[in-house]
């Protein structure tokens, strides 16, 4: 946990398109799995939710996030397109319910489901939501059976998952890679031409550290699967992470000032970077103002 005055914040959370919310409007039965074949058995699924990814060992499978709970059939459904064989294991990148909504199903069907050890915490003690609404604590099965602090692997036949634990869109963060396929599953730290999505738990510094951690770990030719845009390369990420730090450098100049978060909104400090920005579901300066709030 980080020692944010969340009191302050929760204002600002209600001005982000928080995507569980969505969900309410989605119909699912008109949604379809698109499968997309990154090499090396190692797949990406994309259909309602964050982004999933999985890779496919000699005696089962490794699955990264799970979506909405509605997905839960046609994730399977995809899955037995490119192999017969059961998901064994299934890692979540952070706890919003777009990437664990799956969870309580796949649960119940005896896969394994591993995560940091804050993410077991957030889903069994919820925090409120946008509405300021406690939501329900997730069920015994939807909980990691296996939790980590810091990192750990997770593996199937022939295949590994490298877990690492950084704190940048929550305090919840995973990223996972797959060496032998060159993959790399960051959730929702970011994207190309994308804001900072700084939720409960997050921050700027811990956005930056953590993707200069899994860039750390990138090469030229690493497939990057962001939560919610299209498979993206190192570079892509060097340049989203060379934006945050603009943001960060822009906004702390303001409040080393003595600027109050008002007058830093109204200063238009990033002005010119919405002009890259290719999203729709999240306005600068509400971007200005978590950026604010979450600076040491
Ligand atoms: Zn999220």
Same mark, same amino acid.
């Given at each position: 946990?980080?020692?944010?005055?969340?009191? =302050? =914040?929760?204002?600002?959370? &209600?001005?982000?398109?928080?995507?569980?919310?969505?969900?309410?409007?989605?119909?699912?039965?008109?949604?379809?799995?698109?499968?997309?074949?990154?090499?090396?058995?190692?797949?990406?699924?994309?259909?309602?939710?964050?982004?999933?990814?999985?890779?496919?060992?000699?005696?089962?499978?490794? /699955?990264?996030?799970?979506?909405? $709970? #509605?997905?839960?059939?046609?994730?399977?459904?995809?899955?037995?397109?490119?192999?017969?064989?059961?998901?064994?294991?299934?890692?979540?990148?952070?706890?919003?319910?777009?990437?664990?909504? @799956?969870?309580?199903?796949?649960?119940?069907?005896?896969?394994?489901?591993?995560?940091?050890?804050?993410?077991?915490?957030?889903?069994?003690?919820?925090?409120? @939501?946008?509405?300021?609404?406690?939501? #329900?604590?997730?069920?015994?099965?939807?909980?990691?059976?296996?939790?980590?602090?810091?990192?750990?692997?997770?593996?199937?036949?022939?295949?590994? $998952?490298?877990?690492?634990?950084?704190?940048?869109?929550?305090?919840?963060?995973?990223?996972?890679?797959?060496?032998? &396929?060159?993959?790399?599953?960051?959730?929702?730290? @970011?994207?190309?031409?994308?804001?900072?999505?700084?939720?409960? @738990?997050?921050?700027?510094?811990?956005?930056?550290?953590?993707?200069?951690?899994?860039?750390? /770990?990138?090469?030229?030719?690493?497939?990057?699967?962001?939560?919610? $845009? #299209?498979?993206?390369?190192? =570079?892509?990420?060097?340049?989203?992470?060379? /934006?945050?730090? %603009?943001?960060?450098? +822009?906004?702390?100049?303001? %409040?080393?000032?003595?600027?109050?978060?008002?007058?830093?909104? &109204?200063?238009?400090?990033?002005?010119?970077?919405?002009?890259?920005?290719?999203?729709?579901?999240?306005?600068?300066?509400?971007?200005?103002? +978590?950026?604010?709030?979450?600076?040491?």
């Amino acid at each position: 946990m980080r020692n944010f005055a969340w009191t =302050a =914040a929760v204002a600002t959370i &209600a001005l982000f398109a928080v995507n569980a919310d969505a969900a309410q409007q989605v119909d699912f039965s008109k949604v379809e799995v698109k499968t997309t074949d990154l090499g090396n058995k190692t797949y990406m699924l994309e259909g309602q939710g964050g982004n999933v990814t999985i890779t496919v060992g000699t005696d089962g499978v490794i /699955m990264v996030d799970s979506q909405f $709970a #509605p997905m839960h059939d046609k994730l399977k459904a995809a899955i037995a397109k490119v192999t017969n064989l059961p998901v064994k294991y299934l890692i979540n990148t952070h706890y919003h319910g777009d990437h664990t909504g @799956g969870n309580e199903a796949f649960g119940k069907e005896g896969v394994i489901i591993v995560g940091h050890q804050n993410l077991k915490n957030r889903l069994a003690n919820p925090p409120p @939501g946008n509405n300021g609404q406690v939501p #329900p604590a997730s069920p015994a099965e939807a909980l990691p059976k296996q939790v980590y602090t810091d990192k750990t692997t997770v593996s199937v036949g022939g295949r590994t $998952a490298q877990v690492v634990h950084i704190e940048a869109h929550t305090d919840t963060d995973s990223v996972v890679y797959f060496p032998d &396929a060159n993959v790399l599953a960051v959730g929702d730290t @970011g994207g190309p031409n994308r804001y900072p999505n700084i939720a409960l @738990g997050g921050s700027i510094d811990g956005t930056i550290a953590g993707t200069q951690t899994y860039l750390n /770990m990138a090469n030229a030719q690493t497939k990057i699967v962001p939560g919610h $845009a #299209p498979v993206s390369t190192k =570079a892509d990420f060097q340049a989203y992470h060379d /934006m945050l730090v %603009k943001i960060r450098d +822009r906004v702390a100049k303001l %409040k080393s000032d003595g600027k109050t978060e008002e007058q830093a909104v &109204a200063a238009k400090p990033i002005a010119d970077i919405e002009a890259q920005i290719k999203q729709t579901d999240m306005a600068t300066d509400a971007v200005v103002r +978590r950026v604010y709030a979450t600076l040491k």
